[in-house]
């Protein structure tokens, strides 16, 4: 559940060891894998989970909810499961089953064990080195299964204290796992009830990647009141995409106890950015946090405002999640798309707005790929021209009074209505006709008209 006892302003830290890269799969793989930071499924497409939690140890007999999610448009449920040390043991034949229902229902499969929720704050929760025994116990049930599971350690393994072991437990955990012969993606949550106020995970995921041998390890951010604004949010997955380390939004509410987290700016983010997310819960919430529910007794034809929100909602469910391409359907694509508005608003499509290629410079696209009553998101695709070149700058004006509220992937400073976007340390070098992109959030009154986007390169 989710819980935060204490929040921490920390300093920001030095940005993350940058992890070798790998390039993208080139033939069918035995499973999931990860490549530039990013999860391909068994074909070699690329996956972005869209999809929900599951308690499934708390409700076994839920078995329809799987068929539920699917026919609401997800792509992946992530499943409650129990060692046995709190909760009543989910068995090998019951974590089969569970596997045969994703399977029957094309969703992809996460499976966490919940136990460790808390460990070193909540009485009764279990380490990593346990959860670790009983994955192994499972081997058998699990063999054959890559290209449908992914493995999660242990839920929020680590509560607001004595998680320094965080790295070192994990890369433990990990090395365990894949000497016990499993060659699933694993992945690995964050410590502070899964938060990571402290930066933890955010400031030592590349030595727990690397202590993968498989490099076949995905990080999980659970995003509650920690993460109440879009800079928090973009700053922190922001910082994974920029150090090439596969990040998904394991868990994540409209509202909680510790604090109200932007969705908005959550849904947002990582539908520009390609990174995949996982709302809490379908159903059966409780210990004050029933509001979380998104569906209303396990009844699909009952979504609470969460669930409208996180199925049909802009930048939802409905509108964003594609199937794994194992299942047989379209592959997904390697980017993701742009977004619609929703249905009460009126579609709003102006052409891209690009400035005259100069020869040798850069050139800006201007693109609105989504817009609802008062917001909108922005996209802006910068060019090389006929050399390369090593920095670039694009600068806009905007005609009708609108304002940027939040942006990432560049360096972005605003005067009034005048906009100045810079790269980063990482985007700003681009060969010859290679480009970058940065995207933002704006707000806008009356009209969303875009602007002349001017671009200078260095």
């Known amino acids: 559940m989710k819980t935060r006892l204490s929040a921490a302003g920390a300093t920001l830290l030095a940005l993350l060891v940058t992890v070798l890269a790998f390039g993208q799969p080139a033939h069918a793989a035995a499973g999931f894998s990860v490549a530039d930071g990013r999860l391909y499924d068994a074909n070699g497409a690329e996956f972005i989970m869209r999809g929900v939690n599951h308690a499934h140890t708390w409700y076994p007999q839920q078995t ?26 989910n068995t090998g034949a019951d974590v089969a089953n569970v596997i045969s229902l994703c399977k029957a229902n094309r969703l992809i499969c996460v499976l966490e064990v919940h136990d460790t929720t808390g460990y070193g704050e909540q009485s009764g929760a279990i380490t990593l080195a346990r959860a670790v025994d009983y994955w192994l116990s499972l081997a058998d049930v699990l063999s054959g299964q890559e290209r449908y599971v992914i493995v999660n350690i242990g839920n929020e393994p680590y509560g ?4 320094a072991s965080w ?42 990647f690397a202590a993968d041998p498989a490099r076949n390890t995905v990080f999980s951010i659970h995003m509650y009141g920690v993460f109440d604004t879009a800079a928090e949010i973009s700053d922190y997955l922001g910082r994974f995409r920029a150090a090439g380390l596969p990040i998904v ?51 699909p034809a009952s979504l609470t405002d969460w669930g409208q929100r996180l199925f049909n909602g802009v930048n939802g469910i409905r509108e ?39 020869n040798g410079g850069c050139t800006a696209t201007y693109t609105v790929t989504n817009q609802w009553q008062g917001g909108f998101q922005g996209e802006v695709r910068v060019t090389a021209g006929a050399r390369a070149i090593t920095g670039w700058t694009a600068g806009w004006t905007f005609a009708n009074g609108q304002r940027v509220t939040q942006s990432w992937n560049v360096a972005l400073t605003s005067s009034g ?13 681009l060969a010859a006709g290679a480009s970058a992109s940065f995207g933002f959030l704006g ?14 390169a260095s």
């Open 64 to 89: 329809s909810s799987f068929a539920d999610v699917k026919a609401l448009g997800a792509n992946t449920v992530r499943v409650v499961l129990s060692s046995g040390d709190r909760w009543t043991r």
């Open 443 to 456: 707000s806008w009154t009356g009209a969303n008209s875009p602007p002349v986007v001017s671009c200078t």
């Open 249 to 299: 939004v394991g868990e994540f509410g409209f509202n909680h106890s510790d604090g109200n987290p932007d969705e908005d700016a959550i849904l947002a983010y990582s539908q520009a950015n390609g990174i995949g997310w996982l709302g809490w819960s379908w159903s059966g919430n409780g210990g004050g946090v029933e509001y979380l529910d998104l569906a209303t007794n396990f009844n």
């Open 417 to 429: 209505i005048t906009v100045t976007a810079r790269n980063t340390d990482y985007n700003g070098r």
């Open 160 to 163: 607001n204290q004595n998680y």
């Open 167 to 208: 790295a070192t437990d994990n890369a433990d955990a990990i090395k365990r796992l894949r000497a016990g012969g499993l060659t699933h993606t694993i992945m690995v949550d964050a410590p502070n009830w899964g938060q990571d106020w402290s930066f933890t995970m955010r400031d030592n995921a590349a030595s727990v």
């Open 320 to 358: 964003t999640a594609r199937e794994a391409s194992v299942f047989g359907g379209t592959p997904p694509p390697t980017t993701p798309p742009p977004t619609t508005p929703p249905p009460t608003t009126p579609p709003t499509t102006p052409p891209p707005t690009t400035t005259p290629p100069p």
